[in-house]
């Protein structure tokens, strides 16, 4: 199993910009699929991003294309999330998710079997 720990979260006003990060530990040398998934207070976790192994292939939520970019690089183990011109609905505790796949992407939270313990994001109006 795969350990994974977020992090770059904070408060940020509407308009700005922050980058999440999310290290994995573990059973590294498995490919994962990686995705992103956010929960706001009262409602259920939602889809916000994905990503495959190699990388080559993204999804996002449509609230948040055009403005978040899911990366990463297999070498530092390490998947990102650059969160443009964000707005006060994207507050929400943010978690990243890791599925063993070569070449898969899921947008399912019921299909990823790593999680890590979230990091808070909040954006002011």
């Known amino acids: 199993q795969v350990q994974l720990v977020e992090s770059g979260g904070g408060l940020v006003q509407a308009g700005g910009s922050l980058r999440l990060s999310c290290a994995a530990s573990?059973?590294?040398?498995?490919?994962?699929?990686m995705g992103w998934f956010r929960q706001a207070p009262g409602k259920e976790r939602e889809f916000v991003a994905a990503i495959n192994w190699v990388g080559d292939n993204t999804r996002y939520a449509t609230s948040v294309k055009g403005r978040f970019t899911i990366s990463r690089d297999n070498a530092k183990n390490t998947v990102y999330l650059q969160m443009n011109s964000l707005k006060p609905e994207d507050t929400a505790v943010y978690y990243c998710a890791a599925r063993a796949s070569t070449s898969g992407i899921y947008t399912q939270p019921t299909s990823y079997n790593g999680w890590g313990q979230g990091t808070q994001v909040t954006v002011s109006s």
């Open positions: 573990g059973r590294t040398f498995t490919p994962y699929a």
